[in-house]
């Protein structure tokens, strides 16, 4: 009997977050940022990705004590405005995806965090 083992052709997973900014969405961006959503689905390497609403809740704990806050909260440039869970071989395919990304969106942050 043969048996068949399927290698994972991606590894390591890594969630790209993005702050917001002030600059307002062109027909240009949309485009470009459809194009580039296509082809890492395509790939394979695009495992979700989206935008957050820019309060939330924030919830904290402190002992037996937990408190529930809704935002918005006074630090929203600090904030996560979007995100994607890519699948890549290393680090360095991940930073190049976010070179890619910063490249069609213009100045900003973006952070990488691998995902174990």
Request: aromatic share 6%.
């Amino acid at each position: 009997m043969e048996q068949h083992t399927e290698q994972k052709r991606y590894d390591m997973r890594y969630l790209m977050t993005t702050k917001p900014t002030d600059a307002a969405p062109d027909e240009r961006l949309y485009a470009e940022m459809a194009a580039f959503v296509e082809e890492l689905t395509a790939a394979g390497v695009l495992l979700a990705t989206g935008g957050l609403e820019p309060g939330g809740v924030r919830v904290t704990s402190s002992g037996d004590e937990i408190t529930v806050t809704d935002g918005p909260f006074a630090e929203a440039k600090e904030a996560v405005a979007g995100f994607a869970l890519v699948e890549v071989r290393s680090k360095e395919e991940a930073i190049e995806l976010t070179r890619r990304f910063r490249k069609i969106v213009g100045d900003g942050e973006s952070v990488i965090q691998q995902v174990f």
